[in-house]
């Protein structure tokens, strides 16, 4: 917390007024290391957790942990630091989360505990039990690193950030389904109206006793532009194609095999400049084809949890 920043709060001999909503909390905390208000803008600044013990869990139940097979820890930490170290090749600095707990095996998976706002972090409650208190270490880490935390989703609400997909400075796409439900998106979206964010809610189709589906929003929709998306039409209704084809959007559709492969799940690091896994090669030409730099990293181990290079990643900073 930068504690000269009150000054700009003080008035002599009168009582204190704090506004959220004329965005006085940014005064007292340094708007500089944090913020995220798009999808491809710049990206400067994230956190990762490297895979650690916590995976050996999975060998136990690997249907339960939704694994695809059982994991090696091994290739996963190679992977990760390739992974780690692309971002430092592109300039964005890399915070570290190091704390795990013991049971929590898709940790890794940094961007459905917290998610950045404008303004500062909504710190996620879990759908499932595997991965109950994760959350606490992401809060904790954001005090660490002098984020703010505006909100925690509490009572029956769900919420995790692979739903949370910016459009624009003023609009965010929500996916409500078996990781988010309406409780938690209230709560999501009454924080946002104080930041004059539109929320546009879609339903993500998902599973009961036999996995299948798209738990989160991020493997069927991923912007990379500001008038360009990856998009799996099957798993979006038809009325939002509508809505992003009126709101000036080409969409790039990716084929089923390859969103299984996390194909749509890509990066941005700056618009029309994006992070895939490899074994997407459809993706790849498509998006080569309307100028997009594809930067390819082989993530076959760790997309066994699950997810793939967005998964990965809570975003800090864009710019």
């Known amino acids: 917390m930068n504690n000269n920043r009150w000054n700009d709060l003080y008035d002599v001999e009168h009582p204190p007024l704090v506004s959220f909503e004329d965005g006085e909390l940014k005064k007292v905390y340094d708007s500089s290391t944090f913020g995220v208000a798009s999808n491809f803008s710049k990206l400067k600044r994230i956190l990762l957790h490297r895979p650690s013990e916590e995976l050996n869990v999975v060998k136990e139940d690997p249907v339960f942990w939704l694994w695809d097979g059982s994991p090696n820890l091994e290739r996963s930490r190679e992977e990760w630091d ?24 898709k940790q890794y998976f940094c961007r459905d505990q917290a998610t950045m706002t404008p303004w500062g972090v909504i710190i996620s409650r879990m759908a499932l039990t595997q991965r109950w208190g994760e959350e606490q270490l992401f809060a ?3 005090w660490d690193l002098q984020i703010p935390v505006l909100m925690m989703v509490t009572g029956q609400g769900i919420f995790e950030g ?35 964010i539109e929320t546009i809610v879609i339903d993500v189709p998902s599973y009961l ?34 809505e992003l084809r009126d709101r000036g959007y080409d969409m790039i559709e990716v084929e089923r095999e390859e969103v299984l492969k996390m194909g749509t799940n890509v990066l941005p690091l700056e618009a029309k400049k994006v992070i895939l896994a490899k074994g997407n ?16 990293i082989k993530l076959d181990e760790l997309r066994k949890g699950g997810g793939g290079p967005r998964c990965l990643v809570m975003e800090l900073l864009r710019v």
């Not at 929500?174 to 109206?193: A, F, H, P, Y």
């Not at 991020?218 to 939002?240: H, M, Q, R, S, T």
């Open 209 to 242: 006793e036999h996995y299948g589906g798209y738990v989160h929003a991020d493997v069927c929709l991923n912007p990379i532009d500001k008038d360009l998306a990856l998009v799996y039409p099957e798993g979006l209704p038809y009325w939002f194609l509508g």
């Open 281 to 296: 090669p459809m993706v790849k030409k498509r998006l080569e084809d309307v100028g997009v730099k594809v930067l390819e």
């Open 140 to 142: 904790k880490k954001m």
């Open 82 to 105: 390739e992974f780690a170290n692309l971002f430092k090749e592109n300039g964005v600095e890399v915070e570290i989360l190091e704390d795990a707990y013991p049971r929590c095996a």
């Open 162 to 196: 692979g739903n949370y997909i910016p459009l624009d400075r003023n609009t965010v796409v929500i996916g409500r389904g078996i990781r988010c439900n309406d409780s938690g998106i209230d709560q999501v979206k009454n924080l946002l109206q104080h930041m004059d």
